[in-house]
């Protein structure tokens, strides 16, 4: 059997390097393009940064992308390389949509003059649902974002169509709801919720500080998510998936499931912005800061992902608290 070649774009991030571990575990040869000296600490978490079936390539602009395409000839190209934050979209909506949106049309005209047999994964988001749809949603259900980051990934989305209904190619958005792990970086909620319990466990100090802790995101486990993403490019036609858990838990569930995997006993107090939580001295350890919320804060979006069990055979998602409790562990075990 010929060895399959993936090209993942953004394999530094969470997403690319968990799906760069799961496809070297399946024998593939990674093609990695990077910017001149990248982060490459994911990779070296995950054991990953040695391996000899991935191959690291230096790109300097969008257009080098091309060569690299027409060279490769990869059986498959995941393309999850973005701007990816949603507030800071807001501050320069051009760059934005630039990386976003027109560097996947790139990406899609390249593989069609020189690779058009090619397999293109796009890493589509939930941002691109209109904000008040009644929950769950489907793949088919309206689209109007009401964010840059939201607006150019939706461009993009419907580009992969184009190239999907009217080139011919086999392309296909994988629509992510929030998925989380080990990898996400400090900018992250719970990253940010994990390693504060984590610290205050062990050491104690200043209080976690949240917003609006009544908040819910249909939230996921990002390996779970990597593993469906590769099975929706092994189908023998490509098609458009929603990714997510079909489950809605708040910022306050995700405390609570943090500071309970490590056996710590926190009780919650007061209401509204003075709602807070304390141990069993009485030390206050989550407070509440108006600061930080945010307007789309009420946004309880839930995707329906009844079309990935029908097609997927590998669709086991792991439990909430599971996954909380795996990201909590790993920070505690961090700290000195």
Not at 101 to 118: D, G, R
Not at 177 to 204: D, M, Q, T, W
Request: hydrophobic share 35%.
């Amino acid at each position: 059997m010929q060895t399959k070649t993936a090209l993942i774009t953004g394999i530094t991030g969470q997403d690319g390097s968990l799906l760069a571990k799961h496809l070297i575990n399946l024998g593939y040869r990674i093609i990695a393009p990077t910017r001149k000296n990248p982060d490459k600490s994911n990779l070296n978490n995950l054991g990953i940064i040695d391996s000899s079936l991935i191959e690291f390539l230096i790109y300097k602009q969008f257009s080098d992308f091309e060569a690299i395409i027409a060279q490769h000839k990869p059986t498959e190209i995941y393309h999850f390389a973005a701007m990816s934050h949603v507030g800071q979209s807001h501050k320069n909506p051009a760059v934005v949509f630039d990386v976003n949106c027109n560097w996947t049309l790139e990406l899609l005209a390249s593989v069609i003059k020189h690779s058009p047999n090619s397999k293109f994964f796009f890493a589509s988001s939930c941002e691109i649902y209109r904000n008040d749809l009644p929950s769950p949603v489907r793949e088919e259900d309206e689209k109007r974002p009401n964010n840059p980051y939201g607006i150019s990934k939706l461009s993009a989305h419907q580009m992969v169509d184009y190239y999907r209904h009217v080139k011919g190619l086999f392309a296909c958005n994988g629509i992510l709801f929030n998925h989380e792990s080990e990898l996400r970086p400090a900018s992250f909620v719970s990253k940010k919720i994990c390693s504060n319990v984590a610290r205050l466990v062990k050491s104690g100090g200043k209080p976690l500080t949240l917003g609006n802790i009544e908040a819910k995101k249909d939230w996921g486990y990002a390996p779970d998510y990597i593993k469906i993403i590769h099975e929706i490019m092994q189908q023998n036609n490509a098609q458009n998936f929603n990714v997510s858990t079909n489950k809605l838990h708040s910022v306050k569930d995700m405390v609570n499931a943090a500071f309970s995997a490590l056996n710590y006993e926190i009780s919650w107090q007061g209401e509204g912005i003075k709602t807070h939580a304390i141990n069993s001295a009485g030390d206050t350890v989550v407070s509440i800061n108006e600061k930080y919320f945010r307007p789309l804060d009420n946004r309880f979006l839930r995707g329906d992902n009844s079309k990935i069990k029908q097609f997927m055979q590998n669709h086991t998602q792991t439990p909430f608290t599971q996954w909380v409790k795996s990201m909590t562990l790993s920070e505690y075990k961090l700290l000195n």
